[in-house]
């Protein structure tokens, strides 16, 4: 072999070491770049599996915020017809104050009258028996005129007959002379 064959076998041998070097070099970047892969397949699949859940939370959120709009919704209608009860009722609690007012009212007018008509029954039973009295009085009284009457009537009736039996003793008298 000649020296420019050994020469060349040599530079052969170093592009070959070089180019081993290099294979091998590219070997383990592409090693690296199928393991880096490999590694971005699994994030981009677990990123994908954390999207869907992420997702489903919105869902799931959104049909929550829906509920509670809607219970807020009734809650407020809620509030709004409490409100309107409570104050439909104070009306009526008031209405009720000025009626017990009035009534009480009434009432005390009521035994305001029924103490003047006591008094005015009392009044009168008192006038009934003063009448009651003097009636009584009257009668009494009356009945000694007619006593008086009926005594006068005797005493009468006495002087008739005394002038009868008189004037028989006259015409007797008479007669005889």
Same mark, same amino acid.
């Given at each position: 072999?000649?020296?420019?064959? =050994?020469?060349?076998?040599?530079?052969?041998?170093?592009?070959?070491?070089?180019?081993?070097?290099?294979?091998?070099?590219?070997?383990? &970047?592409?090693?690296?770049? !199928?393991?880096?892969?490999?590694? *971005?397949?699994? =994030?981009?699949?677990?990123? +994908?599996?954390?999207?869907?859940? +992420?997702?489903? &939370?919105?869902?799931?959120?959104?049909?929550?915020?829906?509920?509670?709009?809607? +219970?807020?919704?009734?809650?407020?209608? *809620?509030?709004?017809? &409490?409100? *309107?009860?409570?104050?439909?009722?104070?009306?009526?609690?008031?209405? *009720?104050?000025?009626?017990?007012?009035?009534?009480?009212?009434?009432?005390?007018?009521?035994?305001?009258?029924?103490?003047?008509?006591?008094?005015?029954?009392?009044?009168?039973?008192?006038?009934?028996?003063?009448?009651?009295?003097?009636?009584?009085?009257?009668?009494? !009284?009356?009945?000694?005129? &007619?006593?008086? /009457?009926?005594?006068?009537?005797?005493?009468?009736?006495?002087? +008739?007959?005394?002038?009868?039996?008189?004037?028989?003793?006259?015409?007797?008298?008479?007669?005889? /002379?």
């Amino acid at each position: 072999m000649s020296h420019e064959d =050994t020469s060349h076998n040599e530079e052969h041998c170093k592009m070959s070491e070089s180019l081993m070097k290099k294979h091998s070099a590219t070997k383990g &970047t592409a090693q690296c770049l !199928m393991k880096t892969h490999s590694a *971005t397949r699994c =994030t981009a699949q677990c990123l +994908t599996k954390t999207h869907s859940a +992420t997702r489903h &939370t919105e869902k799931c959120l959104t049909k929550t915020h829906s509920a509670t709009r809607s +219970t807020a919704k009734c809650l407020m209608q *809620t509030n709004s017809a &409490t409100r *309107t009860t409570a104050k439909c009722l104070m009306k009526t609690h008031s209405a *009720t104050k000025s009626t017990a007012q009035c009534l009480m009212k009434r009432h005390s007018a009521t035994r305001s009258i029924e103490k003047c008509l006591i008094k005015t029954h009392a009044d009168h039973c008192k006038m009934s028996h003063e009448d009651t009295k003097r009636n009584e009085d009257h009668r009494k !009284m009356s009945h000694e005129d &007619t006593k008086r /009457n009926e005594d006068h009537c005797k005493m009468s009736h006495e002087d +008739t007959k005394r002038n009868e039996d008189h004037c028989k003793m006259s015409h007797e008298d008479t007669k005889r /002379n």
